[in-house]
Nanobody, 122 residues
Framework: QVQLVESRGGSVQAGASLTLSCAAS?????MGWFRQGPGNQREGVAA????????YFADDVKGRFTISLDSAKRTMYLQMNSLNPEDTAMYYC??????????????????WGQGTQVTVSS
């Protein structure tokens, strides 16, 4: 059993930056950040292969978001820059040992944090 605990999100103005963290009781092979807006499906934002550091990003966050790991703290981070109102959502960290396709597909993940709200106002 893997436990994931996200940091508190926040409410920011468009153009601001925000960093989320996810403390894990253990690393799994893939870890990622996902978000879900009202009435929307949970979508992958960024993912990382913990053994190699290979990263994956959704097209609409490439160049703005960075995903990273601090192995000593067993913590994953999502650095979000140039935030816009479309980034408003509940953000979740997830972990899984296996995928058979894109690590940005939420269906492969079986461990989830509790979620944290990020609100970006214009």
């Amino acid at each position: 059993q893997v436990q994931l605990v996200e940091s508190r999100g926040g409410s920011v103005q468009a153009g601001a930056s925000l960093t989320l963290s996810c403390a894990a009781s253990a690393y799994m092979h893939y870890m990622g950040w996902f978000r879900q807006g009202p009435g929307n499906q949970r979508e992958g934002v960024a993912a990382i292969v913990t053994g190699t550091g290979r990263t994956y990003f959704a097209d609409d966050v490439k160049g703005r978001f960075t995903i990273s790991l601090d192995s000593a703290k067993r913590t994953m981070y999502l650095q979000m820059n140039s935030l816009n109102p479309e980034d408003t959502a509940m953000y979740y960290c997830g972990a899984t040992q296996y995928t058979s396709g894109s690590p940005l597909f939420s269906g492969y993940y079986n461990y989830w944090g509790q979620g944290t709200q990020v609100t970006v106002s214009s």
